[in-house]
């Protein structure tokens, strides 16, 4: 395999698209679902677990790691593929957005931004530079930029200075990063719900140049609606021959919609969150496994699905685990809903190919509508 990353699109279907991004850890198959690894594990999950489900990519949280158990330490133990045991691709987020939501006492500057850890109250800069080394000592895959995400609502002001400054850390971004064989760099279209900054910012970015494009400052309590309207025309303005990655969604018809409207990766802790509340996501809609209509009820979560859960235990028993709060629910919930959104992207991806992806989306909201089977 080559020591560079590359995407190949292969078919379209409307604005809909299938594809293959290669790297030399493997090829991420395109739309692509992304489960979040925060603290280097998908929560529950084995690596190869999450692996068996059909995931070719893992996300990594800068925040969580630089604070601890540290990058520096990472990168001695050999780096967060070896450290977590995940040989396959690797995306980090650059650290920016958690900043802003987790982090205590924190002060934005033109250089960066100085915050308190929300683990131990230890003082700590973030910068675009500072970003793209933690990034590398984690040995990351794809790189995300350092970017300022504006806690919303803003006004059209406060959002247009956010974009040009994000623009500007993008710049420090590529040009910290360097030029790295076998490691690519993602840059981040802001500009909120606006689609002149939307634009702008996009023009900023193919005037850099990366090696994809992610949609930023979206999923943060919009709504759908706003999103899609989003969407309709913001992946359009990103170059159609790099992969373009919507960030922290979402809810599987948010999913379906996004790859509808042309969007190749997403990356959500729904699925994997869910699964330790006792939220299961079925082909039939959501259902809550703590409900006592599933007491005495014999059969799996989901017919259709191939998982553990589902091949060898009962919705009764999955019922039985979560309410004693045995670490088993949490395990298997966790694999069946992992299961859902790779066996929802595998569909799309078939149906993209054989030109039938109206049908497929479809289907798809007809048997959720139908909702969950009945009572025994
Ligand atoms: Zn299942």
Excluded at 242 to 270: E, H, Q, S, T
Excluded at 364 to 371: D, I, V
Aim: hydrophobic letters at 40%.
């Amino acid at each position: 395999m080559s020591d560079r990353i590359s995407f190949a699109l292969n078919a379209t279907d409307g604005t809909a698209r299938a594809g293959v991004i290669s790297t030399p850890r493997g090829e991420i198959r395109t739309p692509a679902f992304m489960p979040v690894g925060t603290a280097a594990t998908v929560k529950a999950m084995l690596p190869e677990s999450v692996a068996a489900t059909g995931a070719d990519i893992l996300l990594g949280n800068t925040y969580h790691l630089m604070l601890r158990p540290t990058a520096e330490r990472i990168d001695r133990l050999g780096g967060l593929h070896r450290f977590m045991s995940w040989d396959k691709p690797i995306l980090t987020d650059s650290g920016g957005f958690q900043v802003m939501s987790l982090a205590g006492l924190r002060k934005l500057t033109a250089e960066g931004v100085t915050f308190k850890s929300h683990i131990d109250g230890s003082r700590h800069v973030l910068t675009p530079e500072r970003s793209m080394e933690v990034q590398r000592l984690l040995g990351s895959d794809i790189v995300m930029c350092f970017d300022e995400c504006p806690a919303l609502p803003a006004d059209k002001a406060r959002i247009a200075e956010s974009m040009r400054l994000s623009m500007r850390w993008a710049k420090r971004s590529r040009d910290a990063f360097g030029d790295r064989p076998g490691h690519s760099l993602f840059g981040i279209q802001q500009g909120g719900l606006e689609p002149d900054l939307r634009a702008q910012s996009a023009e900023a970015l193919r005037e850099i140049g990366f090696d994809g494009y992610a949609i930023g400052g979206l999923a943060v309590g919009e709504g759908q609606e706003a999103m899609f309207s989003v969407l309709d025309f913001a992946p359009d303005m990103l170059p159609a021959d790099r992969p373009r990655y919507l960030m922290g969604v979402g809810k599987p018809d948010d999913i379906v919609g996004a790859v509808a409207r042309g969007v190749d990766m997403m990356d959500c802790v729904l699925p994997s969150r869910s699964g330790r509340t006792g939220q299961v996501f079925t082909r039939r809609g959501v259902l809550n496994i703590k409900n006592a209509r599933h007491q005495d009820d014999p059969r799996p979560l989901d017919a259709e699905c191939g998982c553990p859960a589902c091949r060898n235990y009962s919705r009764a028993y999955l019922h039985h685990v979560f309410r004693s709060q045995e670490i088993i629910s949490s395990m298997l919930l966790t694999w069946h809903n992992l299961q859902y959104y790779q066996d929802l992207m595998q569909g799309m991806r078939v149906a993209i190919r054989e030109g039938a992806f109206a049908a497929w989306e479809d289907a798809f909201h007809a048997t959720r509508a139908e909702g969950d089977i009945s009572r025994l």
